[in-house]
């Protein structure tokens, strides 16, 4: 008899092969595709691709998979802050329901840990009293050095809907930064590419700025 899994709402609308490595086994893609090609899982009694989006309520039916074991993978160190650390972000809390987090997010901590950044936003909202119940999904991300409003959901639904609001450009960023200087008023617009400098080297980025002169 194939083990039975019913998809939740949390995961309603996602990839297939995202929610199987989410809720049965974190398998390489290779062999989701070829678990799905020998028909040792089906959806609602029918074969599907790994592209497939799930629907709340789907039934998912999981033949013997025992022979496919996991990959190893190095365990990734979280960042474990402070008590102290964690109550500090209530008075950056702008927002807070049962779907998101509207957070000012101060400069000099990054959104998620990365090879430079260890300290970061998602791991101390996730020890806060605002994800009790549930995780943090990032949704669009700050430069460390950069202040501004992040939105943070609380449900993988809710991560999908903002995703799709700021690709449909139905969500606009606003960047405000202080300049040294005058700049002439003949001058309009400028457009140039963004440098940053660490230990006094110069490094480009692959991002952009755009100047309006009024």
Known sequence: MPQKVTVKQDYHNSRFDRWFKANVIDLP?????????????????????????????????????????????????????????????????????????VINKPRGIAVQAGTKSFRNIIDVLKESKYFDNTKPYIV???DKDTSGILIV?????????????????????????????????????????LVIIENKKKNYSKSHFTFENN
């Open 29 to 101: 893609q290779s062999l989701i595709q070829k678990i799905l090609r020998l028909n040792k899982v089906k959806i609602n009694r029918k074969k599907v691709k790994s592209s497939y989006r799930v629907q709340s309520g789907d039934i998912v039916e999981i033949y013997d998979i025992s022979k496919f074991k996991i990959t190893e993978r190095p365990k990734l160190i979280k960042y474990k802050p402070s008590r102290k650390e964690i109550n500090i972000y209530d008075d950056y809390i702008i927002e807070n329901n049962d779907n998101f987090v």
């Open 140 to 142: 669009h991300r700050l």
């Open 153 to 193: 959901a609380k449900t993988r639904e809710y991560a999908q809907l903002f995703t799709t609001l700021f690709r449909i450009r139905k969500i606009h960023k606003t960047y405000i930064a202080l300049t040294h200087g005058k700049v002439s008023k003949k001058i309009k617009t400028l457009k140039d590419d």
